[in-house]
T-cell receptor, first 111, second 114 residues
Framework: SQELEQSPQSLIVQEGKNLTINCTSSKTLYGLYWYKQKYGEGLIFLMMLQKGGEEKSHEKITAKLDEKKQQSSLHITASQPSHAGIYLC???????????FGEGTQLTVNP | DTEVTQTPKHLVMGMTNKKSLKCEQH?????MYWYKQKAKKPPELMFV???????INESVPSRFSPECPNSSLLNLHLHALQPEDSALYLC?????????????FGPGTRLTVT
């Protein structure tokens, strides 16, 4: 089954700092999703990556999928308290099948 | 608009009660999903409906009964639940199933079984 390892498990940064969250798979990824979740709330869709080497950006968040399609990174530039939450990566076991998720990265941004 | 709505937001029920969770989307999506999320854990898939037919049941106990009355609506009927079923229940939808698509989640229903 698809297993995704996220690192770090938690991250505390000062407002304005840049940060990176990683998501690694032992198998080739058919695609990779990034979500943000506030505790006890729903998942907010951030980005979906499909092709090796693909990079997408939305506001101050950039996600990349490596050429081998086994690792993705999520980079936040000039972090703000509004970026705080749990970041989850998710991947289908085959193209377009059920999603399994990593354990998540808890991000705290101190003002 | 990428909104998936869920009602109720919170639900407390006894082990002998029957209740239902409701999920709705108006994006024209033909795939809808139920996930269960325990505290500090990632969501786990329970059911997938594709074109109003059940495509995946992840060996979920029969006390959880999904229903898809039409392409916009997804229900989860609950009966004789156990305290360990207390969790956040998330609904999601995507344009279709079997192809890589954006999957959008609702805000969830926080269920407590007493």
């Amino acid at each position: 089954s698809q297993e995704l390892e996220q690192s770090p498990q938690s991250l505390i940064v000062q407002e304005g700092k840049n940060l990176t969250i990683n998501c690694t798979s032992s198998k080739t990824l058919y695609g990779l999703y990034w979500y943000k979740q506030k505790y006890g709330e729903g998942l907010i869709f951030l980005m979906m990556l499909q092709k090796g080497g693909e990079e997408k950006s939305h506001e101050k968040i950039t996600a990349k999928l490596d050429e081998k399609k086994q690792q993705s990174s999520l980079h936040i530039t000039a972090s703000q308290p509004s970026h705080a939450g749990i970041y989850l990566c998710g991947a289908p076991e085959t193209s377009g099948s059920r999603l399994t998720f990593g354990e998540g990265t808890q991000l705290t941004v101190n003002p | 608009d990428t909104e998936v709505t869920q009602t109720p937001k919170h639900l407390v029920m006894g082990m002998t009660n029957k209740k239902s969770l409701k999920c709705e989307q108006h994006m024209g999506h033909r795939a809808m999903y139920w996930y269960k999320q325990k505290a500090k854990k990632p969501p786990e898939l329970m059911f997938v409906y594709s074109y109003e037919k059940l495509s995946i049941n992840e060996s979920v106990p029969s006390r959880f009964s999904p229903e898809c009355p039409n392409s916009s609506l997804l229900n989860l009927h609950l009966h004789a639940l156990q305290p360990e079923d207390s969790a956040l229940y998330l609904c999601a939808s995507s344009q279709d199933f079997g192809v890589l698509r954006e999957q959008y989640f609702g805000p969830g229903t926080r269920l407590t079984v007493t």
